[in-house]
């Protein structure tokens, strides 16, 4: 494990010796299939420093299955195709019934909840992390998290976005 700024990473870690070292991983359903009591999960959280969409869309016929409510980190910047990636995983969950989500930034602050039917959103804000990166050199804003609904979970979408949007 290399860490860095709260960050840990086998990639770095791995990257630094010389040779070649193998990291044994496992994916989604084979982790639940040891841990069954987690597979009824109502939230699914993944914070994997530049693999969350590469989860999602491997773990899509299991997520598809559960519905749960999902959390992620929205990061286009570990791969040469995260802002396609993002983008792609974004339309990969509206196809499977995602249809509510709230937007923070990486330091959590709220920023907008979005549906489905606002893919342009989406764009707008995959265009700003890249913008803010590319133009900036210093990014602001390293990353967004996502947090997606179903329509199974409109009661639990209303009730974040009314406490976040409470300005009291």
Same mark, same amino acid.
């Given at each position: 494990m290399f860490s860095s700024g709260g960050t840990a990473s086998i990639v770095d870690a791995i990257e630094?010796?010389?040779?070649?070292? %193998? %990291?044994p991983t496992k994916s989604l359903a084979s982790i639940l299939s040891?841990?069954?009591s987690f597979q009824n999960s109502k939230l699914l959280k993944i914070? *994997?420093?530049?693999?969350?969409? #590469?989860?999602?869309?491997?773990s899509i016929e299991f997520i598809n299955k559960l519905c749960p409510v999902l959390y992620f980190e929205y990061?286009? *910047?570990?791969?040469?195709?995260?802002?396609?990636a993002g983008l792609e995983t974004i339309q990969t969950l509206?196809?499977?019934g995602y249809e509510y989500f709230i937007v923070y930034d990486n330091y959590g602050n709220y920023l907008i909840s979005l549906s489905n039917q606002e893919y342009d959103r989406f764009l707008d804000l995959t265009? #700003? &992390?890249?913008?803010?990166?590319?133009k900036s050199g210093t990014p602001a804003v390293h #990353?967004?998290?996502?947090?997606a609904f *179903?329509?199974?979970?409109?009661? &639990?979408?209303?009730?974040?976005?009314l406490m976040e949007i409470n300005l009291d």
């Open positions: 630094s010796f010389e040779g070649t070292a %193998v %990291v040891h841990y069954p914070d *994997t420093d530049g693999f969350d969409f #590469y989860i999602i869309q491997t990061d286009i *910047t570990f791969n040469h195709k995260g802002e396609e509206f196809d499977i265009a #700003y &992390l890249a913008s803010n990166r590319k #990353y967004f998290d996502i947090c *179903t329509d199974n979970d409109i009661d &639990l979408f209303e009730a974040i976005r």
